[in-house]
Each structure stands twice: as C-alpha cells, then as structure tokens.
C-alpha cells in the first residue's frame, strides 16, 4: 500500500494546473453523493492511466491481479469539492489597504462511508491494501516515468496537499508501519500520525474485534471529521455489524493546514507479487450537510467468487450432445425475441445522454410499475387536476413512495421540464412534500414522492361529504402545529432557499400530514423560482378562487405577500373548519366570503364564534383568538399591511404582539370588494382555475 501511495503521491504533485481549472465550475454545486454499485458512475469517475475499471456487475475494481505483475489502480470523483468556508470578519488590525477586516478559514465537515473488498486468489496470501485519498489535483500521468516525490530531504516537507486513510496489509520498516493489517491516518507524507491494528468495538461492552483486510470479505469503513472540534475518526465493522460507536482511530487536528479550498476525493490499491484483486462496492460522501447518506446493501453488487468458478467449470465438463442442442435452442430462442425485447425496452425507459446528471433522481419505470403493481386501481390515492396518484412500495428499498402520473405537454421541451423538476426536487425541509425524483416513459411522466400516510389536510377538516361515518380527528393543537409548521415550510421558501419559490397554491388541500401528524406543504405545480435581488415578471393570475389576493387581478405579479395572503385564508380555514367560499352558508348568516365573516363577527365582538364547532371548546382561547386576528391580518387587502412569513412565525410563537387594531382593521375592506368577491363566485368555479404554471403545471404533489 505504501509503494501505491508514493506512486500516486508523485503523480498528484505533477500534474498540470490546468486540471483543476477544468472542472472547478463543479466544485460550488456539489455536496455529496452516494453509490450503490457503479454501473451507472463512469461518468463521474476519472481513472486516468490506472488499471482500474467497472465491472459489468456494477464492481469498482481498483485492481485485477492474475499475473502476478506489479500494478497500481486508482479512481476518483471526477469533479472538485469545496472544502473550506473564507469568512470575511471585523479585525481591530488594519490591512495595507486600509481595511478593517480579517479573513477566517474553516474546513467544513466531511462523512463519508464506502465498502470495499480485498480478494486473494489463495486463501492466505497477502496482498497490497487500498487507500481513500483527498488530493488537490487529479493523477494523470505515467508513473513509470517520473522520480520519487519522497526523499531523505523532502519528506518532511512535502510538495503537495494530500490526506489519506490506508487500509494496509504489510509491514514497511521505512515508513514505522505496524505488522499486520493496520488503519492509518497519513497527512501529506507516507509516515502515518496515528494507526492501529485493523479491528473494531462492539457495542454492549462487548469489547474489540479483530479484522482482517485480507479476507475477501465485505468491509464498511467510515471517515468523518467534525469541523468544530476538529476531530478525524476512523471506524471499521464487517458489513453484517451496524456502525460501532466507538470509532478505531480519532485524531484531534485542524485540517486547514492540510485541505485547500477545492480538492479531488477518491480511492487508490496497488497489487504486487501476490495475485489479488481490490474492489469498491459502494461509497457515500456528504460534505457540511450532516452525516453521508447511507449505502444501500440490497443494492451492491456481488463479488466474484469460488463457487462461481466452479459452477462454469462443471457447465463446461457437461458433454458434448447435451451442450449442442442446448446451445442451440438457446441461440434460436434469442434470435425470435430478443430483439423485441430490447425494443421494448428502447420504448418503454429511454435514457439520453443529458440526463445522466440527473442520475441518482431518475428511477425506472419497471421499478415503479412493480412498487405499484402495475397501476392497479386499488393502489390508487387519488385523482388530480394533473394526473393520478399511485401508492408504492419501491422493490430494492422497501420505501414507501407516492407515484403520480402525467402526460407532458408539448408547449414545454422535455429537458427544460426535467430540468425545472430536480431544481424544485433540491428543495430539502421537514414542512415540505419532497420530490424524490422522475421516470420518463415516451410522452408520459412520472414524479415520485414520500408517501404520506395521513392524506391531506382538508380531507380531516372537511371529511368526506358523501360519507356520513367520515369525521374530522384534528384537536386544536394538531391544527396549531399544523398552521406553525407550514409557516416554517413559508419562511424557507420565501428566504432560507438559494432563490426565492413563491408558491402561489396554498391551501389545505395542498397540506399533506406525515405519519406524526407533521404538516407537509405540497403541490409545487404553481410555483415560480427567481434569484434574490430580481423582481418576479408579470405572468398569468393563476391560484384558487378565494386564496388569491386581490392584487393579483391588477398586476399579476406573484409574490412572496401573495403568498402571505393564501396563508392567511388556509389559517382561517382551518380554524373555522369552513372553507374561503362558501355556496350554501349556514342559515342566518349572509357571508359567502370566510374572510369577510370573521372579520364581522370581531367587529361584533364574537370572533371566537367562528371556531370550528368540531373543535368545541377544547381549545386555549389565546391561541385560537391570536389565529383568527393573524388570519385577518395576513388576508388583509393592502399588501403593505401584511406581515413577512417571519414575522407570521413570531406573532405564532409569540415573541412579538400583534399590531394594534385601529392601524389596519378600520379600512380592511374597501366598498366595492365584497361585491367584486362575489361576482367572482357567480363567474368561477370554487377550484384551481386552468393557468399556465411552472413545468406546465404539473409539479403537483400527492394528495
């Protein structure tokens, strides 16, 4: 293992800095990735001159050692990853130029977590071991043809910035190796800072294990350094045990003075003498995004084995009359339907070149029809205004997914479209429906989902009016959570994300509750992206009779108070168990408009009057009261009187007092707006009126 790393070492300190302005355009858009397997990961791999390869199995093989011949195999991701946060602070020391400011550097956080394999062609052999390597620059050159990079001179004061976690199996006395299988942890130079014996520690006290690297079995190892405490550790476990938690190695150190902003990630194994084979079956990396998501060992494909060996040996013994007709019955079978079958297939999951980026999103359609068994009507969730909801259980995972089915329409290219899907399917919080990802399928479309077991949130306000057994569970505090949570859902929308989404469709319908009751804003099929600092562009009124505020019909411009507005009607619905637009009203009451009829009953003085009768009087009366007043307000006519989504989740957790009233009650309605709501009632249908919308409308979530 030593020698590989001097080899590679020498190769990453002369390769040409072009290299790196290649694909450092990359470095910014990417925090981690995970694979389970690597058929689909050449794409993304670089493996330069090095032996190594995939293998139709889906097998990273860093080496193939059959001869016995000295080789030297390494792959990497093939684009940088930034690894450093550059602040830049108040310093009271004054810069050259004048300026009263200090630049801070950190290293992020890092996980990662891979499983690999060492494959002795004879049972006690010992080969070479495989290391995971972080490097500024890419390996590209021969390294039969360049000089060593360590010397008795300079291998204290290394050229390159280089860390490595070694997997060896040999002992090297130049480099103060341990005997044996060790873990090490090299920072630039090839003499480790620390290392031990290759084990682990079970969890219960069940104290330390021994592991050997050279067994041919499968081994997860994971590396993760906490960029606030500055510590590295090394765990090891067989892929049978979970995690231990209590790591082989931990080493306190900063690595700012190791890791330089942009730096390359991958894997490096060398075989000698020994016939050995080294193999990568699986890798996850996340970077200052919490921990690296987890490898799928379902999925990973299977190493080579003896038994496979001896199984093709004995189909090859079988005589000679048995193996023609055999062979032949075979070859007349695959000339009569093979070809259909691939044909089939062509038509049924093409995949195109520009969308292997977006691969880890894709899933296929063979997968989602069998999660859904075939589209079977008793899987059904629903029906929307853009295609059907499937429940499914994907096969390999055993997750359960929501499947909505589409047909694409042609005013939109189908990568615009894809495109506009993964960029709103990046959007990650515990208040939003998440995309997991798409199928393409000729002209049909398939979005998948995180199924949500509670269903959406009208159906527990509302019930089912057709059914008399189907009442509303919702208490007051599940409905309060609700209202805070798809505040908090807003707020990330409208100021924590990268661009600002207006969502422009809230609604109860549109909230979906999880297996806890949590809130999950869904149904994106309206919204609309743009970077922070531009304006929105006038576009068509789009929404649903009774959220739309009233700007809308004047300038058409969605915002992030439009928005406030729908919020503000969703939280007097679901406080009043009474939709925004009511055609058979209660008898003794005249408002159609929810809006409207609160806000009289407070003028009475009977605001509380208007609480779901559902709900009863179990419920805390400053809550309910705060809720229906911030209704009002968030529904008021005046954009300007609105408050931010911010400010909305202050009010909620109440850490600011509601403003006064006589500032925005006494003008909340001007003369003409009840009359215009309703002709807006004798003209439209009380549902999402037909509006173009991003992705042609059709980014709806599961209901």
Known sequence: MKLAMVMLLVMLSIVASSSDEKHMDRSDNIEGFVYNGFKDASSNLSFGNSVADITSTGLLRLTNNFDGTYQMGYAFYSYPLRFKNIKQNSSSTISSEGNNTSTSVSVFSLSTSFIFSIVPESPGLRGLGIGFVIARKLPGARASDLPGLFNSTNNEEPTDHVLAIELDTLYNKDFDDIEGDHVGIDFTNLTSVTSKPSGYYTDNNGGYRNLSLISGDRIHVWIEYDGVSKNLSVTLAPVTVPKPDTPLLSYNHDLSDILVDSMYVGFSASAQTVQTSHYILGWSFMINNGTALPINLSQLPELPTKEQKSKRAKFLGVELPIIIPVLALTFTIGMLFVPRIIRNRK???????????????????????????????????????????????????????????????????????????????????????????????????????????????????????????????????????????????????????????????????????????????????????????????????????????????????????????????????????????????????????????????????????????????????????????????????????????????????????????????????????????????????PSTSNVSSVADSVLSGPR
């Open 347 to 685: 038509l049924a999951d093409v995949v195109e070149d520009w969308e292997l980026k977006y691969g880890r999103l894709r899933f296929s359609y063979k997968d989602l029809y069998i999660a859904t068994n075939g589209f079977k009507e008793k899987e059904l969730l629903g029906i929307g205004g853009f295609g059907k909801v499937y429940k499914g259980v994907l096969p390999a995972s055993k997750t359960k997914v929501a499947v909505k089915r589409i047909s694409h329409n042609s005013k939109q290219g189908v990568r615009e479209f894809v495109s506009e899907i993964i960029s709103i399917g990046h959007l990650r919080h515990r208040n939003l429906a998440h995309l997991l990802g798409y199928c393409r399928r000729n002209r049909e479309l398939l979005l998948v989902y995180d199924y949500m077991p509670n269903g959406s949130l009208d159906k527990l306000i509302f019930g089912n009016c057709n059914s008399a057994s189907a009442t509303p569970i919702l208490d007051w505090n599940q409905r309060f959570q609700i209202i805070k949570g798809v505040a908090c859902g807003l707020i990330y929308l409208h100021e924590d994300w990268e661009q600002v989404v207006i969502h422009r469709d809230i609604k109860a319908s549109n909230v979906l509750l999880d297996g806890e009751m949590n809130a999950r804003l869904g149904d994106f099929g309206l919204a609309r992206l743009y970077d922070r600092g531009t304006n929105p562009q006038t576009t068509n009124v789009v929404g649903t009779l009774g959220y739309m505020a009233p700007e809308l019909m004047r300038t058409g411009k969605s915002t992030a108070s439009s928005d406030v507005f729908a919020f503000g009607v969703f939280t007097l619905e679901v406080a009043c168990g009474r939709r925004p637009v009511e055609l058979h009203v209660p008898e003794g009451e005249e408002d159609e408009i929810l809006v409207d009829w609160v806000l009289n009953c407070w003028r009475r003085g009977a605001i509380l009057q208007t609480s779901d009768p559902n709900v009863g009087k179990e419920y805390i009366k400053e809550e309910m009261e705060l809720v229906l007043k911030l209704g009002l307000l968030c529904s008021h006519n005046d954009a300007k009187a609105r408050p931010s989504m911010r400010q909305v989740m202050q009010y909620l957790e109440g850490d600011l007092p509601l403003p006064q009233t006589e500032f925005w009650v006494s003008d909340y309605i001007n003369p003409t707006m009840a009359g215009d709501r309703r002709s807006c009632t004798e003209s439209m249908s």
